[in-house]
Structure formats: C-alpha cells, structure tokens
C-alpha cells in the first residue's frame, strides 16, 4: 500500500475519520502546498482544531519510523508558525503515522523538541494512539479487501 492509497482511503472516508479523531477537528486540506525557499513541499493532511484553537498537520508513512520522517513534520510546523498562525491561534500539532516505530529511536529523534510540550499540553483533547491505531488498522483491512 502507498501513502497516496491510504490518503485516498482516509479521504474517502473524511466523516469517519474526523469522528475518530475526536470533536472540534476542521478539515483544511489534502495535500496542502507549502513553499519554503523555492522548493514546494506537500502536507498529506492538514485540519484546524476549533476547541485547541490550532492547526493539526498531520503526516502519513507507510513505512517505518525514522528521524527523516521527524524533520519533514517539524519542518512544516515552523512553516506553519511562521506563516499560516493567526494571533489568536496556538502553535501547530504534528502528528506523525507510520506503521512501525522503535520505541528508543523515537525518544532520541523527539528529545529537546519544542514542538513536544504542546503534544503533551493537549494531550487529553486528541485522540489517543490507541485510538488512532485502531482507525487506521481498520481502513488498512478495509483498502486490501478491496484490492
């Protein structure tokens, strides 16, 4: 499965999805065009969260884990602090799906990362991992049925 078949899946099941996620959850965007520099980058999924007050970004990998995958998120979360936030918004949430994780990889790539005090801080309004899991296994089941 490629990330543009799991992005399709989620899309075509926008309403379910934004009910797994949980209240307040605004879609945005679908491959959200970003331009840093001169190169033009693409945010899989971006949604504005109307009880957080804040954008969710979130990026979708259908491989493992790794510190590349990191720096792709908070690279779009800094282009979002510093050109997308209005001054009543709070700073950006990233999340970050994969299909597998190293648990101590995860902890040195997130180490010292500003962006991790405002995960936590919201913790208790987003979904859990859980949760998300549990979504995302299921449309996976749902997309190979299909195929």
Known sequence: MSESDLENALSQNLQQFLLELGQGFCFEARQKRILIGDTHFFIDLVFYHRILKCHILIELKVDSFTHKHLGQLNT??????????????????????????????????TAGMDNKLFISKYKLELPTKEEIQKFLNKQMREIQYEI
């Open 76 to 109: 779009y979360l800094n282009f979002y602090k510093n050109n997308e936030m209005c001054e009543s918004d709070n700073p950006p949430i990233g999340i970050l799906l994969c299909t597998q994780k190293d648990h101590s990889l995860v902890e040195y790539a």
